[in-house]
């Protein structure tokens, strides 16, 4: 009877260490999941929502003084800039938790619209190099940072932030895939653009 009951404990006591051994690992891998999510989330790093095409005219103009300012030289162009900007969010500025335990990531802040890159495509036109004054390599390298310089001031009046602001629940939706891959849920109800005010201007 003796053997019989040290048997039974035997099995018992071999299937608790199993069962902890099990929900241990089955712990460790939840943990090992959220911190890979996470990261993955984060390298996606930024997603494109809108791009705009700007046209713009651009005049440069250069002035170099000689013999104590009495004579000047002037170099100048007619720039024709085409450009395309585009705009969209940097993931890498998200805020977010993960609970192993429910399986949950909560969203805790998204950004705000930025730009993202700008490609620029500069045309010359009526260029003219002063008697001293010419252009040189660096100055076109210049010519060509100041175009998107010039393209960035635009980008705010061209109605690109709140095009891409309407798409943000759209970026998110794309994060929510990703979380469900492993079955996970994704909670960003305490975000601003989950409220009714967001959900009017995307519906409009």
């Known amino acids: ?27 460790q891998l939840a943990n090992a999941q959220s911190v890979i999510l996470l990261d993955k989330i984060k390298r996606v790093c930024k997603i494109i929502s809108v791009e705009g095409d700007f046209a713009e005219i651009y005049h440069y103009e250069d002035v170099k003084e000689r013999f ?23 993931l890498s500025k998200i805020l977010m938790d993960a609970n192993p335990q ?23 036109y009526d260029k003219q190099d002063g ?7 660096e100055d076109l390298t210049d010519l060509h940072n100041e175009a998107k310089l010039h393209i960035r001031d635009k980008v705010p009046q061209s109605g690109l932030f709140q095009m ?9 939706l794309i994060i929510e895939g990703m979380v469900q891959t492993i079955g996970w849920k994704l909670d960003y109800s305490a975000l601003l653009i989950d409220t009714e005010e967001t959900k009017r201007l995307k519906n409009d």
């Open 164 to 172: 891409a602001q309407k798409e943000a629940l759209d970026s998110i």
């Open 131 to 137: 008697m001293f004054n010419k252009f040189q390599a």
């Open 1 to 27: 009877m003796d053997i019989v009951f040290a048997i039974i404990f035997g099995v018992l006591g071999t299937l608790g260490v199993g069962t902890y051994i099990k929900h241990i690992k089955g712990k």
């Open 68 to 90: 104590l300012k009495l004579v000047s030289s002037k170099k100048k162009a007619l720039v024709i800039i085409d450009a395309k900007a585009h705009v969209g969010f940097d």
């Open 102 to 124: 429910t399986k949950m990531v909560t969203l805790k802040h998204f950004p705000l619209a930025e730009i993202l890159s700008i490609e620029t495509n500069l045309k010359y």
